[in-house]
């Protein structure tokens, strides 16, 4: 029987949307298309785009935003909620599912946070970049784990997860940040509000509410409307939403495998037409078989496979294209000198490395944490290395922690040369690795 060649097409596609490293070099491109259209000769147009103001309501109720804020905003909403899953899987079955799994990457993350403020304050504590220094602290689990298959595949799958819990829990900590240190002049009733949607959500998870419109609606058009209008950045609603999203199947395994071969062999007996359709009793049995795969598939499974390719390959990379292009304007060494831009590197190179590394080999020393399997030493300093790749969530915080237009061109511009030397650096100290 031969294969259509639209079910080839679309296999492949689907397979090339599922590597770690397509979604690293579709980021790469994007920074370098904003990049070269940002200090293009039609920069303007560039620039013009993002502020282009877009209004979404009806009658009375209407929000308007610029372009650009509707995708910091909104669309980024979409990836902290991918997060959200990820970090609820972790916790659950994952590398954070243990007190053992989790203490070395949890503390090794703790350290890869707090050394880069440290140094970033160290440049900046009196001047008026100061407020960013949470700015080096984030890494960007996608593109860290995407440019990580560069490295190699002697890098084995428990050093992969390791860099993920790492970054899973840098992702925890950078919520926390914006919640606590980048949200201003909260307004308590539209804050009561927004908790009153989640514990509905909540409460639809403890009565076994399995609808995924359930949670999106009430998360989309409740939490995420109710967190904005409060002055808490609305993207933390794409957290809280994940988190009520069931992590329980309502079939098990056994089961699910003895109604498949019931239906199999009913199916079996069932009179094959021949042509285009099907049969009455076929087309019973095949809407039962796709009844209990959804019923054997955890909602917050299956949401996340379903989310994933719209996060990685559509938010992500418009996330990148609409704030990565830096104008480059006068003195490019006088904006790479800048305190803060040097505290943006010297915090994603040094910083990550040395904490992540240092902290790490001294939790080691206690025998409180213990190495991946099949890992060593120089391998966790490769990790560290690529732990400063801290793009998307640096970029986040920067739009959030500087009012000064100058310090958000400075910092970017920080944020995309540390890591680039963090990228690089890990990539190289990695592949030699494998000599």
């Known amino acids: 029987m031969k294969t259509e060649p639209a079910s080839i097409l679309t296999s492949r596609i689907k397979m090339l949307f599922s590597r770690e490293i397509s979604l ?6 994007m920074v370098i298309l904003a990049m070269a259209w940002a200090n293009s000769p039609w920069s303007d147009l560039y620039h013009g785009l993002w502020k282009t103001r877009l209004t979404i309501g009806f009658d009375d109720f209407k929000i308007t935003e610029s372009l650009h804020r509707w995708i910091n905003d909104g669309l980024m909403a ?33 350290g890869g946070m707090l050394l880069p403020a440290v140094i970033y304050l160290s440049l900046n504590w009196d001047g008026p970049g100061a407020s960013g220094w949470g700015i080096p602290m984030a ?6 784990v995407g440019l990580l298959t560069l490295a190699g595949a002697h890098i084995g799958q428990p050093s992969r997860t390791f860099l993920k819990a790492v970054a899973t829990a840098d992702d925890i900590a950078v919520i926390l940040i914006i919640a606590f240190f980048l949200s201003s002049g909260v307004e308590p009733s539209n804050l009561v509000v927004g908790g009153v949607y989640f514990g509905v959500m909540v409460a639809g998870n403890l009565l076994g509410v399995r609808s995924f419109w359930f949670y999106l609606i009430l998360g989309t058009l409740g939490l995420w409307v109710a967190l904005l209008l409060s002055g808490i950045h609305a993207t933390l609603a794409g957290f809280l939403t994940a988190l009520t999203i069931p992590a329980r199947t309502s079939l098990t395994e056994r089961s699910f495998r003895e ?3 019931k239906h199999i062999r009913a199916f079996n007996q069932t009179l094959f037409t021949g042509g285009p359709f099907l049969s009455r009793k076929q087309v019973d049995l095949i809407k039962e078989i796709i009844y209990d795969s959804k019923q054997a598939l955890p909602p917050l499974q299956r949401v996340e496979d379903n989310i994933r390719p719209f996060v990685h390959f559509g938010v992500l990379p418009l996330f990148a294209l609409s704030n990565a292009g830096v104008t480059i304007e006068g003195d490019l060494w006088g904006m790479l000198m800048h305190p803060v831009s040097l505290g943006v590197i010297a915090g994603l190179v040094l910083g990550k490395f040395g ?12 025998g409180l944490g213990e190495l991946p399997k099949h890992s060593n030493w120089k391998q966790i300093a490769g990790l560290g290395l690529m732990a400063g790749i801290g793009f998307t969530m640096s970029l986040f915080i920067a739009e ?10 400075v910092a970017k511009l920080g944020i995309l040369a540390g890591s680039l030397i963090s990228g690089v650096l890990g990539i190289v100290w990695l592949r030699g690795l494998r000599k």
């Open 400 to 409: 959030l922690a500087l009012d000064n237009a100058y310090l958000v061109r």
């Open 259 to 261: 109604r498949m071969l």
């Open 355 to 366: 904490g992540i590394f240092l902290i790490s080999r001294a939790l080691s020393a206690t």
């Open 78 to 110: 979409y990836f902290f909620f991918l997060i959200g899953l990820e970090v609820k899987r972790e916790f659950i079955s994952g590398a954070l599912s243990t007190p053992k799994k989790a203490a070395l990457p949890l503390v090794a993350a703790i």
């Open 139 to 144: 890494t960007d689990i996608a593109f860290a």
């Open 24 to 29: 690293g070099i579709t980021l790469l491109l």
